[in-house]
């Protein structure tokens, strides 16, 4: 996997036009690897108990989340993006169409480790106007946008992977239509970053809409020292 450093904004800007046609995801640490949240959780178990385990914590979401809904998800796709957007474990990956909202996720934790942006191009694209298969059963990585779209997902210029072996780290594989490369975000560069995110509008209240995201925006303003300001003391 192609890997550089990125230590100014001017190279996030060029990463950016080089990959105009990819999709992109931010990680805090370079270290982690490109597996579903379900299949970190469950490495341990032998096939059948995760895919059991799997299938139950999806159904119990499925049966408890309508209650905090006004529109509920039109199928399983879309359910599964729902919950994945909002924490729970699947076997699906968040990716986004903004290089800048993958920085953000790259910069805003773990200040004093290098972070990285992923990025990947595909032609394996679940088609939204065919979902006879289940999502639990398709047989190669795919790339899907739900109709189902939450005030987060459009903040985020949001879509997914779905992996149908989620124990194992997304990888480059063009014989089935992957392209995964990455780059550096260097650990010094992280506030930075952050700051000159925060001047082109992405940062935690833009990207987490409603008075959580605010409250932790203007509390992250108002007691970090922005790093481009000479005249602090």
Known sequence: MHATRLTSFDELYALSQRYRAWVFRGVPDEAFQLVPKIG??????TAPKRKLNERRLFSNFVREAGQFLTTKPASAWEWLALAQHH???????D????????????CAQLEHQDGAIYMLITDNVVDENDLTDSPFSITRVMRYRPHHVT???AAQRGLFTIHPRPTEPLQSN?????????VIVDAAFKRRLRWSLDQFGINTASLFPDLDGLAQQLSWRFYEADPTDTEQA
């Open 40 to 45: 970190r959780q469950q490495q341990a178990l």
């Open 87 to 93: 924490g729970l474990p699947t076997r699906m990956l």
């Open 95 to 106: 990716w986004t169409e903004n290089p800048l909202v993958a920085a953000y996720f790259a």
């Open 151 to 153: 005030r987060r997902i």
């Open 174 to 182: 063009p014989k089935k239509g992957l392209r995964v490369d990455r």
